[in-house]
């Protein structure tokens, strides 16, 4: 393991240079089951030393408690992270298992008011529309996400979740520097519409769940059988029953390509993703989650692993095989609209 910093990407056109590989920190308080925070917090550190400057966080994760347990390492090093946070997913009074999409600009910017008070900061660096209501015309949300930033509360904006033609009338109302989608050797849909527009609009894609929920590192097998109770993956289609075995047997092209590499699964899957951003001309910045410093230094690495075209054709045919969707609920994806 080496302790050099990792390369360096800029976030759309006029956005921020950021370490080519950045760090989602939901895991750390929410949905993948207990997490040891003194351990998370020095994941966070050692993310920093080697060059992961791309946090990653969002309302919605543990009711904002998420943003509330990073406040202190990005007060202790603002000017060397870059914050990204979301909203959208509501939570109703009386129901806190509950989300409801609002895109509205009442919500949006008691949304905004209510992220900078728990992270303590005087502007959010990147604020995304976490999830699309339909309902509401995007260029009102963009609008009124726009204001956040002539009001000096957030520095750029970013979109997750939508469709080209979605992005295409964001970019017109306001700069774009990122979109956050699920894009991984498991997740391939936005590549017929979302990254093309992305790349002729100078928009940087953050893949979220690069890693497939964990899925490609071979950490788990069936999330019923090898996940606790709390831990959301259980409730994913993919990864349960039937579907789990399928995609398991998946694994074995990455398997052979990490022995060529002598590198581990989780490790290939992510160098994939990365050079996504040299074999569709756009930038790429994805987020891998982990709340463990090994692991962190372990996805630091994969920035510096090239595949070859050999290696890239092996590994090409697996998402078109994946058994189940994403989510038991396509309808609030990009792919569920496009």
């Not at 490609?216 to 606790?228: H, P, R, Y």
């Not at 994946?322 to 609030?332: C, H, I, N």
């Amino acid at each position: 393991m080496t302790d050099s910093r990792i390369a360096t990407a800029q976030l759309g056109t006029d956005g921020p240079t950021v370490g080519v590989q950045g760090l989602g920190c939901m895991g750390m308080s929410f949905a993948y089951g207990p997490a040891d925070a003194g351990e998370s917090r020095a994941t966070l550190e050692r993310a920093l030393e080697l060059g992961v400057t791309f946090y990653d966080t969002a309302d919605a994760y543990g009711a904002g408690e998420n943003e509330k347990f990073l406040s202190p390492f990005f007060k202790a090093h603002r000017d060397e992270v870059v914050i990204a946070t979301k909203f959208a997913l509501s939570i109703p009074p009386g129901e806190p298992t509950k989300r409801v999409i609002r895109n509205d600009r009442p919500y949006i910017r008691q949304a905004v008011e209510a992220s900078l008070k728990r992270l303590d900061v005087d502007v959010i660096d990147l604020y995304y529309m976490h999830r699309r209501d339909v309902n509401v015309p995007i260029e009102e949300t963009v609008g009124a996400m726009a204001e956040l930033v002539r009001e000096g509360k957030v520095k750029h904006l970013g979109l997750s979740e939508v469709t080209g033609g979605e992005l295409r009338t964001a970019q017109a109302v306001h700069p774009i520097a990122a979109v956050q989608s699920e894009w991984s050797l498991f997740s391939r849909d936005i590549e017929a519409g979302v990254v093309p527009a992305a790349r002729e609009l100078g928009v940087a894609l953050v893949p979220y769940s690069p890693l497939g929920r964990g899925f490609l590192t071979g950490s788990f097998a069936n999330a019923e059988k090898d996940l606790t109770a709390d831990d959301f993956r259980r409730h994913q289609p993919r990864f349960t029953g039937d579907n789990a075995a399928a995609n398991a047997a998946l694994l074995e092209p990455v398997r052979a390509v990490a022995k060529a590499h002598d590198a581990s699964l989780g490790q290939i899957a992510l160098a994939w993703v990365q050079q996504q951003g040299a074999v569709h001309g756009l930038p790429v910045v994805p987020i891998p989650g982990t709340s463990k410093r090994a692991r962190v230094e372990e996805n630091a690495t994969a920035t510096r692993i090239v595949l070859t075209e050999e290696e890239l054709g092996l590994l090409e045919p697996i998402a078109a095989k994946v058994a189940g969707d994403r989510y038991a609920d396509m309808t609030f994806t990009s792919a569920g609209r496009e």
